[in-house]
């Protein structure tokens, strides 16, 4: 079956400006994660999701980053008054749970550049 | 706090070789998991190998197998018979307690010479 899917694949927007990243999980899964990998560097999380509700927003860095998931599958990443330290490859993933053995699934990431 | 260290930012091994990359952890939670990931210049994040902390015998997926060393919070990753296809980063990640969220390190990228 198809797997995570992540819209747009490469961004470049200027500084300023407000960026929209987009996920489209495994269907069925309920589970859906947002990671941000800066260049050199281990994937980072941001925020996770079960079903409709934000379960841990610990990981996003400031009020300029907001994600949502409106219906518990496809989810948006918000990204307000972008920086050039926005710049990242951010991931998605989900999971058929929320439970520790439930493996998360990655999708291929978009790639931001902030000019 | 958790935390996961990869203290190898690149390796090399010859083709057909045998390669071990290092891992190592820090939790003070009782329940979690280790993984391997390999990622790729596709940037798709692909799981390798898993290990649930409870569990006292070492992951084997084919040609991949983990020393696990709990006490020592320990988690290496072992590839025999490398090919051409395992040339990638490969990220050592931790799932503790009740959070979700992976944990990873900041990588090791093997290059698998022909």
């Known amino acids: 079956g198809a797997g995570v899917s992540q819209t747009p694949s490469n961004k470049v927007t200027e500084k300023g400006k407000y960026v929209e990243l987009r996920c489209d999980p495994i269907s069925g899964h309920t589970a859906l994660y947002w990671y941000r990998q800066s260049l050199g560097q281990g994937p980072e999380f941001l925020i996770y999701f079960q079903g409709t509700g934000a379960a841990d927003d610990s990981g996003l860095p400031n009020d300029r980053f907001f994600a949502v998931r409106p219906e518990g599958s496809v989810s948006t990443l918000k990204i307000q008054r972008t920086e050039r330290g926005d710049s990242a490859v951010y991931l998605c993933?989900?999971?058929?749970?929320?439970?520790?053995?439930?493996?998360?699934?990655f999708g291929p990431g978009t790639r931001l550049t902030v000019t | 706090a958790q935390t996961v260290t990869q203290s190898q930012p690149e390796m090399s091994v010859q083709e057909a070789e045998t390669v071990t990359l290092s891992c190592t952890y820090d939790t003070s939670e009782s329940n979690y998991y280790l993984f391997w990931y390999k990622q790729p210049p596709s940037r798709q994040m692909i799981l390798v190998i898993r290990?649930?902390?409870?569990?006292?015998q070492n992951a084997t997926e084919n040609r991949f197998s983990v020393n696990f060393q709990k006490a020592a919070k320990s988690f290496s990753l072992k590839i025999s018979d490398s090919q051409l296809g395992d040339t990638a980063m490969y990220f050592c990640?931790?799932?503790?307690?009740?959070?979700?969220?992976?944990?990873f390190g900041t990588g090791t990228l093997l290059a698998v010479q022909p």
């Open positions: 993933a989900s999971s058929s749970g929320w439970t520790g053995a439930n493996e998360q699934y």
């Open positions: 990640a931790l799932k503790g307690g009740a959070t979700n969220k992976l944990i």
């Open positions: 290990q649930e902390a409870y569990k006292q």
